[in-house]
């Protein structure tokens, strides 16, 4: 689950993180009164929305006067925000945070992620900060820097030594920098955070250190130990199909290919991606359903796919261990006359009681075509979309 910016920030003040002075603004009025409460003669007024680069495409703006930011902030709220990390449509800006300005001397990149080869917490570092980082690994990569983190001792004294010394951290501001690491691993892995991005970290003129952005995603398997953080998820910002998946338990993720896929097992699910795609299609969406799906989720899931306008024919792929094959063709049977299905649907079950999820497939009245083989699954699906039968 991702969360807005000053989301992120008040999580991190908890922690004692240092971040600048803000507030959040749902219109003009309130940007004003925000910046009259912010002691600052330079505010920074930043569009609100999951989506990194807002600067590029005009969702940070500075102001000098709060007049300024009165302006600037009925000029951003209701406009489509166009980032390299949203669509051509963008991301319409509900609210903005108003934030106090500061005398940046040097900017960093700081972020801590789970990395999946050493299955431990990750420093990832940067003079090189206020630019994309994929940039950087691409142009310059020896300005990145990492660090492991081994879960039984923590941050220690010469994790902090190696980055002062990487960063080019001036003495003043390297105890700064040492509370500054420790806190953030703090607030990383007490609030089970998959990600925790920092971009600019900067060190102002004065030799303080501020989080002068933050971006913070974490595991959705773990919120139930977080109700608070829990409730900032807003549903404005993800996909539609996306929340309606998550209230039946189905892992939904909208691509935008013309090929529907419903298949149980992520693995399983990537394995039928790939091999719409080796045949020339397109997947429409990622949608595991679960080892254990019923009928009405599998009905669900149809209703899913079938919302998307682009998808043009649909592949089942279910592997029937817990889930049993007759209860999946159940599920596609119902959602099929409920639905009214007019695009081609292939199936492919096998598994436990795959001869009798056969048979009420073939006997349901419906056109579906079944298959015994992915590999002829996926061909008879793209030729299908493709108008070849």
Known sequence: MNVHEYQAKQLLRKFHVPVLPGSVALNAKEAMEAARDIPSNLWVIKAQVHAG????GGGIKLAKSVEEVGDLTKNMIGMN????QTSKEGKKVRFVYV???CDIKTELYYSLLVDRETKRVTI???SEGGMDIEEVAGKTPEKIFKITIDPVTGVCGHHIRYLNKALGIPKSASKLMGSFVENSYKAFVDCDASLLEINPLVITKQDDLYALDAKMSFDSNALFRHPDIKGYRDIDEED?????????DLNYISLDGNIGCMVNGAGLAMATMDIIKLHGGDPANFLDVGGSATKERV????KIILADPNVKGILVN???GIMKCDVIAEGIIAAAKETKLSVPLVVRLQGTNVDKGKELLSKSGLKI????????AAKEIVSAVKGGK
Not at 81 to 84: A, D, F, K, Q, W
Not at 299 to 302: D, L, R, S, V
Not at 370 to 376: F, I
Request: hydrophobic share 30%; no cysteine; aromatic share 8%.
């Open 81 to 84: 925000l166009v980032t390299p």
């Open 369 to 376: 075509t079944t298959a015994d083989g992915l590999d002829d």
């Open 318 to 320: 279910i592997f029937g």
């Open 53 to 56: 680069g807002r600067g590029k």
């Open 99 to 101: 934030e106090s300005g």
């Open 299 to 302: 009905t669900e899931a149809f």
């Open 240 to 248: 539609p199909k996306e929340v309606e998946a998550s209230e039946y």
């Open 124 to 126: 990832v570092a940067s």
